[in-house]
C-alpha cells in the first residue's frame, strides 16, 4: 500500500477546517439550549 504524504499534509488544512465546523455547530447547539433552558423552563412551585 502507498501512502502518499505530501497529498496527506496538503489535506491536514481541510481535515481543520471541517473539525472547526463540527465545533462551532456543537457550540451553537449548547448556546441554544442554554438559552432555551435560562428563557424557556417552567417555573419551580
Known amino acids: 500500500m502507498y501512502v502518499n504524504l505530501s ?3 496538503d ?3 481541510y481535515m481543520g ?3 472547526l465546523g463540527v ?5 451553537v ?3 441554544a ?3 432555551l433552558l435560562k428563557f424557556g423552563g ?4
Do not use: R
Open 33 to 35: 439550549t442554554m438559552l
Open 42 to 45: 417552567k417555573e419551580k412551585a
Open 17 to 19: 477546517v471541517g473539525m
Open 11 to 13: 489535506n491536514l488544512y
Open 23 to 27: 465545533f462551532a455547530v456543537v457550540g
Open 7 to 9: 497529498a496527506f499534509v
Open 29 to 31: 447547539i449548547i448556546v
